[in-house]
């Protein structure tokens, strides 16, 4: 094993960099590594403080087998090379090959399904974790839920994440990529998988914020497929929103293009076609969040019998907030702690009152509890 114990896989991405950033503040060396060495070192330029960081660049090419011969090197990888539907199976395969944890930023949930049903036995033999969806969504909204299930008997949760922000291009390829999966965008209702009805938005109403708000189903959302196997849990229901009612609106919009017209075309053809769409949307690099602009409400709702609970978690710069979530998380796999392997959620393998701990070290959120 090398003296860098961390790998940043798509450092030059936008998220990437916000991944490098927080890996700097926790004093972590890490490898920034992707397909184009000039990117990254253009990139590492633009990261605050990279000066006092100890890194290397390394180019690599998206096979598994050069990958896992590079991430031999490394205890956890951080993958931020989206849509994972199309590239992430690969990463996932190679971490597996090479012994390595693995952290993602999907929220791509028939990728996490898939990759759990084909990867789990592999990561939990060797003893490793496999946590996509390590990021802003939606780990916050899953220590939400691991919250309200503190109360005994409760057994449904109603979950909703409301984030203020730009989607990355990264982001927005994902979002409309998930258009392809959406008949398995599902919740969970008395302990069986449920399909939310496809191209439609639903209205929802978000603590502190007097008008409704326009939420998607967003792929189903994390917490009925980690919670889908907890004994607690019956029922299940996720939707996303965000501020701007323009993007949510476009959003339920193109989805309906993509059922009419789309859908019917051949796989290649409809990934074409859907990132062309989203290239008009967002082509380039958002601004660095602004934390009086990019605020943040995750609330789960729960309910049992005759009881209630309900946790709010009010945060910023969501696309900070993965940063700190991936180094977080490799901060405490490198230190060997784990309190789980094979297929988890970043909650399951490190503790969601640690993770809570560690967003709230770095300013970046507040929690309301009631019952």
């Not at 994902?174 to 998988?193: C, G, K, P, V, Y």
């Not at 789980?340 to 070290?361: H, I, K, N, P, T």
Request: glycine share 8%.
């Amino acid at each position: 094993m090398g003296s860098k114990p961390v790998l940043v896989y798509g450092a030059s991405g936008y998220t990437g960099r916000l991944i490098v950033e927080a890996l700097r503040n926790y004093q972590i060396p890490f490898i920034a590594a992707g397909r184009s060495k000039a990117r990254i070192e253009e990139a590492m330029a633009l990261v605050p403080g990279i000066e006092t960081a100890e890194y290397e660049v390394v180019e690599v090419a998206h096979d598994v087998d050069s990958l896992s011969e590079l991430f031999k090197r490394v205890e956890v990888v951080c993958n931020s090379v989206g849509p994972f539907e199309y590239y992430g199976r690969a990463v996932v395969a190679a971490c597996l090959e090479a012994g390595t944890h693995y952290l993602d930023t999907t929220g791509e949930i028939p990728f996490m399904d898939d990759v759990a049903k084909e990867f789990h036995d592999g990561f939990a033999a060797k003893e490793k974790v496999l946590a996509p969806c390590t990021a802003y969504m939606y780990t916050p909204l899953e220590i939400a839920a691991h919250v309200v299930l503190e109360t005994p008997g409760i057994d449904s949760l109603e979950a909703m994440c409301f984030a203020s922000g730009t989607p990355t291009y990264g982001s927005t390829q994902t979002i409309f990529a998930m258009f392809q999966t959406s008949d398995r965008a599902f919740f969970l209702e008395n302990n069986e998988r449920s399909i939310w009805p496809a191209a439609r938005g639903f209205e929802v109403n978000i603590p502190g914020i007097p008008m409704s708000q326009l939420a998607h189903p967003w792929g189903g959302g994390s917490l009925p497929l980690h919670f889908e196997n907890d004994p607690r849990v019956r029922n299940c229901r996720q939707l996303t929103a965000f501020s701007s009612r323009p993007l949510m609106e476009q959003v339920v919009e193109m989805h309906q293009v993509y059922e009419a017209d789309i859908k019917h075309l051949a796989e290649e053809e409809q990934q074409q076609q859907l990132k062309a769409i989203a290239e008009s949307i967002q082509s380039g690099m958002p601004p660095r969040e602004n934390p009086l602009i990019h605020r943040c409400t995750d609330v789960v709702e729960g309910r049992g019998g005759n009881n209630t609970s309900s946790c709010v978690i009010r945060s910023v710069m969501p696309y900070f907030t993965t940063g700190v979530l991936q180094a977080a998380t490799a901060n405490y796999l490198i230190g060997g702690r784990q309190l789980d392997a094979g297929f988890v959620s970043a909650c399951g393998a490190v503790g969601y009152r640690e993770l809570l701990g560690q967003m709230q070290d770095f300013g970046l959120c507040d929690v309301e509890i009631s019952a």
